[in-house]
């Protein structure tokens, strides 16, 4: 079946640096999102992009949506602590419906 | 903001029991979806919901499960005879409309299945 492969697993930074995490698939979406999630909580969206090679940001982060729609990336800028926690890509394939989540992203912050 | 709402926050269980998890979807909202995720992993579909029928389901969503609308607010996921495999965290999620234009699926906080 489809599968996303997210990268990196897991990210130790200080506060201030950037963070970049990206997404690649090998199937075509035609909608990527970008959720975050706390300890036990749902996703919650950060940023959602429908065009290849669309450029969102929303606040300090930044996403892309890759031009071959087979990828996308993350970017958060100048990191503080309260951005930690786990960032999932999903992506949607045309006629289907459901969300298809990467394996996730742990961020952690040292102030 | 509106948001999705899930009851309980956590269920415990006896093997072998049914139990039914519920969902307030946002009220404006016409797609429903139920996702899970165990402990440590990723977030997986299980269904979606348009229109009072299922639309679309994985491999997990096998006849042990099944989804109701039963009035015009709340969206259930019934599991007739839980297996220890089940537990997991369940998310539920709505979305306005599909087609061009799209708009995400919100997510709500989850239950935490446990079955002993």
């Known amino acids: 079946g489809q599968q996303l492969n997210q990268s990196p697993q897991s990210m130790f930074i200080q506060e201030g640096e950037d963070v970049s995490m990206n997404c690649t698939s090998s199937?075509?979406?035609?909608?990527w999102l970008w959720y975050k999630q706390d300890p036990g909580e749902g996703p919650v969206l950060l940023i959602a992009?429908?065009?290849?090679?669309e450029l969102t940001s929303n606040g300090r982060l930044t996403a892309q949506f890759g031009i071959t729609r087979k990828d996308s990336f993350l970017n958060i800028s100048a990191s503080i602590p309260s951005d930690v926690g786990i960032y999932f890509c999903?992506?949607?394939?045309?006629?289907?419906?459901?969300?298809?989540f990467g394996s996730g992203t742990r961020l952690l912050v040292r102030p | 903001e509106p948001e999705v709402t899930q009851t309980p926050s956590h269920q415990v269980t006896q093997m072998g029991q049914e139990v039914i998890l519920r969902c307030v979807p946002i009220?404006?909202?016409?797609?429903f979806y139920w996702y899970r995720q165990i402990l440590g992993q990723k977030v997986e579909f299980l269904v979606s919901?348009?229109?009072?029928?299922?639309?679309?389901k994985s491999e997990i969503f096998d006849d042990q499960f099944s989804v109701e609308r039963p009035d015009g607010s709340n969206f259930t996921l019934k599991i007739r005879s839980t297996k220890l495999e089940d537990s997991a965290m369940y998310f539920c999620?709505?979305?306005?409309?599909?087609?061009?234009?799209?708009?995400?699926?919100?997510f709500g906080d989850g239950t935490r299945l446990s079955i002993l």
């Open positions: 999903a992506g949607r394939a045309d006629s289907s419906y459901k969300l298809i």
């Open positions: 199937s075509i979406f035609n909608t």
């Open positions: 992009l429908y065009k290849a090679g």
């Open positions: 009220s404006n909202h016409l797609y």
């Open positions: 919901f348009y229109n009072n029928e299922i639309s679309e």
């Open positions: 999620a709505s979305q306005p409309r599909q087609g061009r234009g799209n708009q995400p699926q919100h």
